[in-house]
């Protein structure tokens, strides 16, 4: 059988590199023994090809081609319009608008909605999270334990003039007060066809081996996204690569991989579902002393503020609340 020249790179790798991987409490060893210390990113359960398991250890993102069916993301398009409509009311669940709306005036339209998160108390929203296909593959990135920590369904409206749709480039861990990195996995699935033009996602391969860098709301004329941390000092020279998906298409990628998405200049609203995964063993920081102080800082602002707590609530906590476990075991999440 001929092997691709990444897959024989892969191979050589892991046979002659190899060592033992270093110990993560509580993880089975089973799961841990196909996880190197030359392909550290992913593990070796025969789900991935040989070249994709190294396309996602050099570049830090995945594509899969349709794997969630239409039926499935028809369903939750429907699921959102009824919580547009304000037909249910779901527990914990973050309705946001874009700023540029936010700041106008009010327009009571499903249409100002730019953004859902924490939708876990939803079921039908929730079913995305639990799909056997997506945690199949999840598997193969942070092992069999599997937490959902954080949902959304994106809703990205078209560019109200001032460039407010875009999603400026970030690392999602900043957001994240749980380790190891490398036991977190974001899914992202198109609901629609993705491209340029309606601000499809941007990456920019192979940073996930990068450190942590310090995020910031970067200086845009027109306004920035509550939270809508970037970067700081962004090159925009950095090689980058869209990704242009289909509906269905689902991308994996790690929490240190830089990404963020152009505006839309499209009449619509495009859309995607995405879900956060984490490793049953991963541990909680303290994020006191770090760069994602500032971050934390505005979590416990808005907590604060929509739920009358005070300082004895913790990032820690604010996660911890939001988790589900989806397969395997809650071990320390
Ligand atoms: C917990 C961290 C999330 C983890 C993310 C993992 C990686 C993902 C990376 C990201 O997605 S980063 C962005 C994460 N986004 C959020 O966490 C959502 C943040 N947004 C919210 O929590 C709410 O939309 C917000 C509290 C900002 C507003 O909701 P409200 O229901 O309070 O809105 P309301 O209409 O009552 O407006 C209150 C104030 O917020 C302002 N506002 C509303 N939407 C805004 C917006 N989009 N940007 C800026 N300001 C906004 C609004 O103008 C008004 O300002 P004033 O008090 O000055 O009048
Ligand atoms: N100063 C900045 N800090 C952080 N991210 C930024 C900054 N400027 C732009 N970006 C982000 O870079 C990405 C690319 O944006 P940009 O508008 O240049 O291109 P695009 O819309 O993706 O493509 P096109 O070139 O077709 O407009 C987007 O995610 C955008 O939010
Ligand atoms: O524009 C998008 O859909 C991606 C947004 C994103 O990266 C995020 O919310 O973390
Ligand atoms: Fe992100
Ligand atoms: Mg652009």
């Not at 429907?78 to 309705?95: H, M, T």
């Not at 200086?219 to 020279?237: A, C, F, L, S, T």
Request: hydrophobic share 35%.
């Amino acid at each position: 059988q001929k092997m691709s020249r990444a897959a024989e790179r892969l191979r050589l790798l892991i046979t002659h590199l190899d060592r033992p991987p270093a110990a993560i409490a509580g993880a089975s060893s089973g799961a841990l023994s196909s996880h190197s210390t030359a392909a550290p990113y992913t593990f070796g359960n025969n789900l991935l090809t040989p070249e994709q398991r190294l396309f996602y250890e050099e570049n830090g993102f995945l594509l899969i081609k349709n794997l969630v069916s239409e039926e499935d993301i028809d369903r939750f398009r429907r699921e959102f319009e009824r919580i547009c409509r304000q037909e249910i009311k779901v527990p914990g669940l973050v309705v946001m608008r874009d700023v540029a709306i936010a700041k106008s005036e009010f327009v009571p339209d499903q249409k100002a909605v730019s953004k859902l998160q924490d939708f876990q108390e939803d079921p039908e929203l929730f079913r995305y999270c639990s799909l056997p296909e997506i945690l199949k593959y999840v598997e193969c990135f942070i092992g069999p334990n599997i937490m959902a920590m954080h949902t959304m369904l994106i809703n990205k409206p078209p560019d109200a003039g001032k460039k407010t749709s875009r999603h400026p480039m970030h690392q999602d861990l900043h957001y994240f007060p749980f380790r190891p990195a490398d036991r977190i996995v974001c899914a992202w699935t198109a609901m629609e066809k993705v491209s340029r033009q309606n601000g499809c996602l941007v990456v920019l391969p192979g940073s996930h081996k990068g450190t942590l860098q310090e995020h910031d709301y970067p200086e845009w004329e027109g306004g920035v996204n509550k939270m809508y941390h970037g970067v700081r000092g962004y090159d925009p020279q950095h090689p980058r690569v869209h990704l242009e998906m289909e509906k269905g298409d689902t991308v994996f990628f790690h929490p240190l991989l830089i990404h963020g998405s152009g505006m839309n200049q499209t009449q619509g609203f495009r859309k995607a579902i995405s879900c956060h995964y984490a490793s049953g063993d991963c541990y909680y920081i303290d994020v006191k002393g770090t760069t994602q102080e500032n971050i934390e800082k505005e979590v416990k602002e808005i907590a604060a503020r929509k739920y009358a707590v005070g300082d004895e609530i913790t990032l820690k906590d604010t996660w911890a609340v939001r988790g589900r476990l989806v397969q395997g075991a809650r071990i320390s999440m």
